[in-house]
T-cell receptor, first 117, second 113 residues
């Protein structure tokens, strides 16, 4: 069965500090996809990144970086030099595809990040 | 802009009433998902449709029902509303394959008084 665990419920950091949000997943499949979403205080959910199970290269996008490690079933998200605008709830998600257009998506419970000025 | 349209944005109604939430998916997306997010809670998966057919059910109450129409828009019907049904209801759409990210609408905030 699919499972996504975000053990950190809330994190507070001071502006300009680096912060890592943890995501650990469970799946029996060899082909799957991992996502991160951001939900700012305004409420909308924004897609940030997708990673497939065969690509373990880390990815960097500006101040954001993602570390995918299959050996530990983790897909962690690091924000470098955090800013107040990074304050949001961040969700990690696992997606698997089944025949007939059935895509099963499991979300973690989210990590609330507060960046203090 | 995700391309997913949800209406209405806000809904205030009384206990015992029935409401309908509407979702128009992104152009080209065949799959629609409904999620419920109560205050300071995570995303609770309710139901998923693909090309008009129900594909998966989550923790959806019997008082709730949904459907996806031939033009692919979807409606979530909530009946016999209770105070605890007050929440943010999100619709998301995707192409439907495993590598497709979900694109979320801005949600409908339902308040039951």
């Amino acid at each position: 069965a699919q499972k996504v665990t975000q053990a950190q419920t809330e994190i507070s950091v001071v502006e300009k500090e680096d912060v890592t949000l943890d995501c650990v997943y469970e799946t029996r499949d060899t082909t799957y996809y991992l996502f991160w979403y951001k939900q700012p205080p305004s409420g909308e959910l924004v897609f940030l990144i997708r990673r497939n199970s065969f690509d373990e290269q880390n990815e960097i996008s500006g101040r954001y970086s993602w570390n995918f490690q299959k050996s530990t079933s983790s897909f962690n998200f690091t924000i470098t030099a955090s800013q107040v605008v990074d304050s949001a709830v961040y969700f990690c998600a696992l997606s698997e595809s089944y025949s007939g257009g059935y895509q099963k998506v499991t979300f973690g419970t989210g990590t609330k990040l507060q960046v203090i000025p | 802009d995700s391309g997913v349209t949800q209406t209405p944005k806000h809904l205030i109604t009384a206990t015992g009433q029935r409401v309908t939430l509407r979702c128009s998916p992104r152009s080209g997306d065949l799959s629609v998902y409904w999620y419920q997010q109560s205050l300071d809670q995570g995303l609770q998966f309710l139901i998923q449709y693909y090309n008009g057919e129900e594909r998966a059910k989550g923790n959806i109450l019997e008082r709730f029902s949904a459907q996806q129409f031939p033009d692919l828009h979807s409606e979530l019907n909530l009946s016999s509303l209770e105070l605890g049904d007050s929440a943010l209801y999100f619709c998301a759409s995707s192409v439907g394959t495993g590598n497709s990210p979900l694109h979320f609408g801005n949600g409908t905030r339902l308040t039951v008084t």
